[in-house]
């Protein structure tokens, strides 16, 4: 992103691809290509900028690897979307979330957004407004929130898997360090997205109509376990973060801790 907004944003001297649209109607047509998947094939196809890039940063074996890595991603909805929306430029399903997930371990404005939903009661009122807009109760909030979870854990672990496969395929020694983070924090993300998952089933179990206590107090004990798997792994991986309240690394280690107080006060009060 940095090396295309380095070539075309601002740049009047880019000798990069363009198109240069002469009416409106031609400017909006090419905006609603550029939305799909793939376009514009100059920066997106065989030789392109995108393929370029993965090539200059990790080198020409782990480039195509990692091209394949950042384009890997799920769609959150159950139901069938149109282009547009499944390019990931919609927020059908849940509150301030794009419909598309990526495999890429960037989830700290997810983890804030979705420790608002922790508690016994929704007390932030621009995700109450969102929620109101997809016109959704707290059962199938927490339906939809574990749905989402469970998608980034298969995602976080096909992510390790690229990262492993990237690091065997020979890096340039200047993306090693970077493939290492990518591949610790796989790690840690991947009991804590679990643990995410099986909160939400527990949380949808009590807010469903039909209670079922029994099944969510065994989610609560399973996301426990997980959640407490994935404190301990962000403490020992990031153990002097720089900022500890934001950023990812801070956010891995903040909301897994606060998971783990969330998941035990809920299931106190069971």
């Not at 782990?62 to 430029?89: C, F, H, N, R, V």
């Not at 495999?103 to 995700?127: C, F, M, V």
Request: charged residues 25%; proline residues 5%; hydrophobic residues 40%.
């Amino acid at each position: 992103m940095e090396l295309i907004n380095a070539e075309y944003t601002w740049n009047t001297r880019s000798t990069g691809f363009f198109r240069d649209p002469q009416r409106h109607a031609e400017a909006t047509n090419l905006r609603r290509q550029y939305i799909q998947p793939g376009e514009p094939r100059e920066l997106f196809g065989a030789g392109g900028i995108y393929e370029t890039a993965c090539n200059l940063l990790y080198g020409p074996k782990a480039g195509p690897i990692m091209a394949d890595y950042y384009k890997e991603s799920a769609w959150l909805p159950e139901t069938p979307a149109s282009a547009t929306e499944q390019a990931g430029s919609s927020q059908l399903y849940l509150p301030m979330t794009w419909d598309r997930a990526f495999a890429a371990p960037s989830h700290w404005r997810h983890l804030a957004l979705d420790a608002k939903t922790w508690g016994a009661q929704i007390t932030n009122e621009a995700y109450l407004r969102e929620m109101g807009r997809l016109n959704i109760n707290r059962e199938e909030l927490h339906r939809r929130l574990a749905r989402r979870w469970s998608l980034l854990a298969a995602l976080n672990a096909k992510g390790a898997d690229y990262i492993r496969e990237a690091l065997a395929a020979g890096a340039s020694p200047q993306s090693v360090d970077d493939l290492r983070f990518l591949e610790t924090s796989f790690l840690v993300y991947q009991p804590f997205t679990e643990a995410l998952a099986e909160y939400h089933h527990g949380l949808q179990a009590s807010f469903s109509k039909l209670a079922d206590s029994a099944g969510a107090a065994r989610n609560f004990e399973t996301a426990l376990k997980k959640a407490a798997a994935a404190e301990k792994l962000a403490r020992e991986s990031f153990p002097n973060p720089l900022d500890p309240v934001g950023g990812e690394v801070g956010s891995a280690r903040r909301y897994s801790a606060g998971l783990v107080k969330a998941i035990t006060a809920r299931a106190n009060a069971q």
